[in-house]
């Protein structure tokens, strides 16, 4: 599921520099950011369609949260790179997607990812688990309808 | 008001480790980690004196945030390190509180924290910035009584 | 392989408090930092045995990187919760260990990871990705060999 | 020391998106985080004077630390917001520079910070505390020279 079939295209590009922050005593970006750099990767993807989290959370009384995370770690990345987060839609069900999340140094893929997120209601304060339908006008967004598809 | 004097003794001592996601590539532990820090002690503090913020949240829809901080670094920390944060109440107002917190690295002042602590009313789901009246059981925990004192 | 046979007993259990900083806007212990918890209670398993990472870095010139990680979400966890994570050696290679880190609030399972480590040689001042097979004293301390079972 | 004189021009600005990484459980950004934010804007200030921390490291054998920092926080931030850090170098020894570092929201200033900056010499592999003379192509490009200023 992890794979991204080579005729596949990316439906997103988002870029981002490594800053200290980012990065460990191991002199390389800490192993944990690369969810983190998914997530800007997401959140710029459903803004490139007209879409925020906020908005959608006041229409549709609905959060996305990460169900799953699948990472393989291939190769370093460092204080100063600017690295690209590649995004592609691999499938959904009624309630969850599964996004391809690959990040690149120079051109060279360095970390795979396979983000599944779940549709889920808000319930008073806190975040429920029950699963909800995803909006169609989200699934258009995240498989890159309207967009300009990139390889 | 950051030099906490010599005679005054600390209310309460929180330790902590540093693992590799408090460090950056300069092998030392990152400089915006010392608030986290900060705030990990002031949290078992009210905890020592039977306090937890969800609970003060509930009972008095006021929120504690960080109004002012002042930070010196004086020397720096790494991997593996046991660190000891050291509180003390310095002063406060009806709404406000100044604490000095200062963190030790092998009996050695490797860094000192003045900071000021805003009672605020919560409204709706945001946080306001009206100032409420710290409840004196607030007060009274972060003055350690109750406590221990170490020095 | 990220499922832990009812049979097996963890080799070790370590637990940690949740923070501000853990949380993010949903008001639930951000996604990212459940690997940040994998890996404090990887460092105290191995300081456990008598081992720290700066220690193994010196005598042997190698450190361990994070090759591989899959994680299930299957519950929330909220600021001032107590977690645990419970840690069990799945199986390894000669030069790879895979560890299964799950997460307990409240005694019931909210995060299953399943964690894959290479043993790497240090090179200059970066890391190469040039695999160095496991000493034998970290496959022992990983399987908990001296530690007192768990489950 | 905090406050930049009405007269003087900000010599750089940047642009920041926050994500859920960036907010905590209060649904505002995480007191710690505006250090995060300073450090990318110093950074950036730099390389837009062609500067990179790495190649001032490679080059000079030292590299800056956050010496002090003052903040205070006037007001919040929250998820999906776009932040602007406006920089301006305060004052400067032959050791150490002062820069103010404040952050807007729509135009209104949120946050005030004042960060000394020291120059120090490295030493083996860790951070020496030994001060350094700033070299003044860094004090040009953190004073705005060759810059196009902001107010």
Same mark, same amino acid.
């Given at each position: 599921?992890?794979?991204?079939?080579?005729?596949?295209?990316?439906?997103?590009?988002?870029?981002?520099?490594?800053?200290?922050?980012?990065?460990?005593?191991?002199?390389?970006?800490?192993? $944990?950011?690369?969810?983190?750099?998914?997530e &800007?990767?997401r %959140? !710029? *993807?459903?803004?490139?369609?007209?879409?925020?989290q906020?908005?959608?959370?006041?229409?549709?009384?609905i959060v996305f949260v990460v169900s799953k995370a699948?990472?393989?770690?291939?190769?370093?990345?460092?204080?100063?790179?600017?690295?690209?987060?590649?995004?592609?839609?691999?499938?959904?069900?009624?309630t969850r997607m599964?996004? $391809?999340?690959?990040?690149?140094?120079?051109? &060279?893929?360095? %970390? !795979? *990812?396979?983000i599944e997120i779940a549709c889920v209601e808000i319930?008073?304060?806190g975040i429920t688990l029950k699963a909800h339908?995803?909006?169609?006008?989200?699934?258009?967004?995240?498989?890159?309808?309207?967009?300009?598809?990139?390889?």
């Amino acid at each position: 599921m992890s794979k991204l079939p080579d005729h596949v295209h990316y439906h997103h590009e988002f870029s981002l520099r490594v800053y200290y922050e980012d990065t460990d005593a191991g002199g390389v970006v800490y192993n $944990a950011n690369y969810l983190k750099f998914a997530e &800007r990767a997401r %959140t !710029e *993807m459903l803004r490139a369609a007209g879409l925020n989290q906020h908005d959608i959370r006041r229409a549709h009384d609905i959060v996305f949260v990460v169900s799953k995370a699948n990472i393989i770690y291939k190769g370093p990345a460092y204080l100063d790179d600017m690295l690209t987060v590649k995004t592609s839609l691999l499938e959904h069900t009624r309630t969850r997607m599964t996004l $391809a999340q690959n990040v690149y140094r120079n051109g &060279r893929l360095i %970390t !795979e *990812m396979t983000i599944e997120i779940a549709c889920v209601e808000i319930q008073d304060d806190g975040i429920t688990l029950k699963a909800h339908t995803t909006p169609q006008i989200i699934l258009d967004a995240l498989a890159g309808h309207g967009m300009t598809a990139t390889n």
